[in-house]
C-alpha cells in the first residue's frame, strides 16, 4: 500500500496565524483526501483534491478558510488560515488505494491553536 | 444524507473476552464499507472492505460481516494489543467520498 508522510506532525501556533501541511504520497494518485478530526471526534471530510483542477468542499469548508493546492500526482497542502481554538484539530490527509484496499491515511497533524 | 451509527461508544473488555461491535449505515447505493483501526496519535489503518450483504471477511483475531443495513466487527479472544478506536466508514455509489461513524473506543485488560 501507498506510504503517505505528513509534515509537521504537531503544531502550536496563535491565533489569527496560518499553517500549511504538506501531504507526500509515494506513489502517483488520482485524487488525495483532507479530513479533520475533531478531539474526540470521529474524521469529517473537509475536501477533495485532484491534480490540476480545484478542489472540491464540503459543506460547512470554504476554501479562503482552507486553501488546498495539488501541484502533481504525489503531494497536496492544506492550509488552514486565520486560525482560533476551533481550528484545533488533528488533520490527516488520505488516498484511495483501488478495489479491496480501502483508502490509506497519513499519522496526522495535532493542530492546536492559543 | 449519509448517515453511520457505530455502538457501543466505549467497550471495556477482559483479555479473551471476545464481543462484537456494530456499525448501522443508511446510504443511497453501497459502494463499499470499511473499519479502520485507531491508535492514539496515529492516522486510521486500514482493516476491511466489503461490499455487499453476505460478505464476511477476517483479519487474525478480527472478522467482519455485512448485512443491508449493518457491518459487525467481531473481536475473538482479544488482547491487550487490539486497544483501540475501531472506526467504521461508508462510500456511497455517486463519489469517492468516506462518510465515517463516531468509532467505538474498546479497551481490552490483561
Known amino acids: 500500500s501507498a506510504v503517505i508522510s505528513q509534515k509537521p506532525s504537531r503544531d502550536i501556533c496563535q491565533r489569527g496565524t496560518s499553517l500549511t501541511i504538506q501531504c507526500q504520497v509515494d506513489s502517483q494518485v488520482t485524487m488525495m483526501f483532507w479530513y479533520r478530526q475533531q478531539p474526540g471526534q470521529s474524521l469529517t471530510l473537509i475536501a477533495t483534491?485532484?491534480?490540476?483542477?480545484?478542489?472540491?468542499?464540503e459543506s460547512g469548508f470554504v476554501i479562503d478558510k482552507f486553501p488546498i493546492s495539488r501541484p502533481n500526482l504525489t503531494f497536496s497542502t492544506l492550509t488552514v488560515s486565520n486560525m482560533s481554538p476551533e481550528d484545533s484539530s488533528i488533520y490527516l490527509c488520505s488516498v484511495e488505494q483501488g478495489p479491496g484496499y480501502g483508502y490509506t491515511f497519513g499519522s496526522g497533524t495535532r493542530l492546536t491553536v492559543v | 444524507e449519509d448517515q453511520v451509527t457505530q455502538s457501543p461508544e466505549a467497550l471495556r473488555l477482559q483479555e479473551g473476552e471476545s464481543s462484537s461491535l456494530n456499525c448501522s449505515y443508511t446510504v443511497s447505493g453501497l459502494r463499499g464499507l470499511f473499519w479502520y483501526r485507531q491508535d492514539p496519535g496515529k492516522g486510521p489503518e486500514f482493516l476491511f472492505t466489503l461490499y455487499s450483504a453476505g460478505e464476511e471477511k477476517e483479519k487474525e483475531r478480527l472478522k467482519a460481516t455485512l448485512t443491508k443495513k449493518e457491518s459487525f466487527l467481531h473481536i475473538t479472544a482479544p488482547k491487550p494489543e487490539d486497544s483501540a478506536t475501531y472506526l467504521c466508514a461508508v462510500r456511497e455509489a455517486a463519489g469517492n467520498k468516506l462518510t465515517f461513524g463516531g468509532g467505538t473506543r474498546v479497551l481490552v485488560k490483561p
Open positions: 483534491a485532484n491534480q490540476g483542477s480545484e478542489a472540491t468542499y
